[in-house]
């Protein structure tokens, strides 16, 4: 059975059309990338996954229960963790304070530190510890945000174009950091531009365009299809 599974899923903004009738299914333990050119409506589908928006009609199913119009808490309670474009750490404290804030209330105090210490390793980020977030160098923070968004051990994590802004080591080193989270079972849906990273992490592609799945398939499959480079040059329209 689909972890996640939207059916005709639909959703306007006054008259425009950002979500159409998108059927959408995503296996346990599968990478998957969510790409499409600027306002295709990536990120209005995952804030409809998360529950920030409700949709004018259709299903988002989460293990085969109806969560369609579950409060984002809800869904955060049912194993759904999401890292947004915007900004979701305290830049005015150190790295290891904004880790304590994301764990104190979900883990036992006796084993608090040693897991904070398990996630700063994990994100490269031991040596910070003591740094304010807010003087991490910009992939350091792009880091520490996922760091905040896997600290509970999500069984979904959603992220929205988390390499923006990285430099290639630091875009590898994510995907690999991905991975690893991957190995111990979270299932990830991405929206992502940069296509090295996509062909680094994905088992499955979706293409978005005006709101509609445009295509579908392995990385391979989506760069070889025509259809969809004529999008990206502004050769299709809805
Ligand atoms: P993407 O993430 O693919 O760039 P978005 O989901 O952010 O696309 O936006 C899709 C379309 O919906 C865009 O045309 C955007 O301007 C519009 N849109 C997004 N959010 C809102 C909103 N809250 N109110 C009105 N229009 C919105
Ligand atoms: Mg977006």
């Known amino acids: 059975?689909?972890?996640?599974?939207?059916?005709?899923?639909?959703?306007?903004?006054?008259?425009?059309?950002?979500?159409?009738?998108?059927?959408?299914?995503?296996?346990?333990?599968?990478?998957?990338?969510?790409?499409?050119?600027?306002?295709?409506?990536?990120?209005?589908?995952?804030?409809?996954?998360?529950g920030e928006h409700l949709p004018d009609s259709g299903e988002i199913l989460y293990d085969g229960?109806?969560?369609?119009?579950?409060?984002?808490?809800?869904?955060?309670?049912k194993g759904i963790s999401v890292k947004f474009q915007v900004p979701g750490i305290f830049k005015e404290l150190s790295v290891q304070q904004n880790l304590t804030i994301a764990l104190q209330h979900h883990v036992a105090p006796e084993i608090l530190q040693e897991e904070?210490?398990?996630?700063?390793?994990?994100?490269k980020l031991s040596?910070?510890?003591?740094q304010l977030a807010g003087n991490?160098?910009?992939?350091?923070?792009?880091?520490?945000?996922?760091?905040?968004?896997?600290?509970?051990?999500?069984?979904?994590?959603?992220?929205?174009?988390?390499t923006a802004g990285m430099?290639?080591?630091?875009?590898?080193?994510?995907?690999?950091m991905l991975q690893e989270l991957n190995r111990e079972g979270m299932t990830l849906l991405a929206v992502e531009h940069d296509?090295?990273?996509?062909?680094?992490?994905?088992?499955?592609?979706?293409?978005?365009?005006?709101g509609k799945i445009f295509a579908q398939g392995t990385i391979d499959e989506i760069t070889a299809d025509e259809r969809v480079a004529a999008i990206y040059l502004g050769e299709v329209d809805a």
């Open 116 to 123: 904070i210490d398990r996630l700063l390793e994990f994100l």
């Open 167 to 176: 430099t290639p080591d630091e875009t590898f080193a994510t995907g690999e």
């Open 1 to 50: 059975m689909a972890i996640l599974e939207t059916r005709q899923l639909n959703k306007h903004f006054g008259g425009l059309h950002v979500t159409g009738n998108v059927d959408f299914a995503l296996q346990p333990g599968e990478m998957h990338c969510l790409i499409g050119p600027n306002g295709a409506g990536k990120s209005t589908f995952f804030k409809l996954i998360l």
């Open 136 to 162: 991490l160098s910009h992939g350091q923070k792009q880091w520490l945000e996922i760091g905040m968004a896997v600290a509970l051990k999500p069984r979904l994590l959603l992220l929205d174009e988390p």
């Open 65 to 77: 229960e109806e969560i369609t119009r579950a409060k984002p808490f809800e869904r955060i309670r």
């Open 127 to 130: 040596q910070d510890r003591k």
């Open 195 to 210: 296509m090295a990273f996509v062909r680094q992490i994905a088992h499955q592609v979706t293409v978005l365009h005006f």
